[in-house]
Nanobody, 122 residues
Framework: QVQLAESGGGSVQAGGSLRLSCGLS?????MAWFRQAPGKEREGVAV???????DYTSSVKGRFTISKDKATNTLHLQMTSLKPEDSATYYC???????????????????WGQGTQVTVSS
């Protein structure tokens, strides 16, 4: 059983920074941050594989950094140079397994955080 506890988020002006955190209990191969804006489909933002490999959707590359603190078992998403189009509810997700596969596939994620709102004003 995997449990997730998100923190962070909030409101910031364009160009600002925010950091999201997700405390994890349990074992997992893939972890990721997804986001969903009103009227839009959920999209993957960044993924972290347990071996340290990370990847990002093109719109956030160079601005966002996903990392995992193994000492505290916490997943972070450092967001810089925020844009109004980054505004969304952000969700932490964990697959809760060790099965190989594509960490971008949302269907592999069994465990989801409650979501945290990020609002970027222009």
């Amino acid at each position: 059983q995997v449990q997730l506890a998100e923190s962070g988020g909030g409101s910031v002006q364009a160009g600002g920074s925010l950091r999201l955190s997700c405390g994890l209990s349990g074992d997992t191969l893939c972890m990721a941050w997804f986001r969903q804006a009103p009227g839009k489909e959920r999209e993957g933002v960044a993924v972290h594989v347990d071996n340290g490999i990370t990847d990002y959707t093109s719109s956030v590359k160079g601005r966002f950094t996903i990392s995992k603190d193994k000492a505290t078992n916490t997943l972070h998403l450092q967001m810089t140079s925020l844009k109004p189009e980054d505004s969304a509810t952000y969700y932490c997700a964990a697959d809760g397994s060790r099965e190989a596969g594509n960490c971008w596939e949302s269907s592999r994620y069994k465990y989801w955080g409650q979501g945290t709102q990020v609002t970027v004003s222009s």
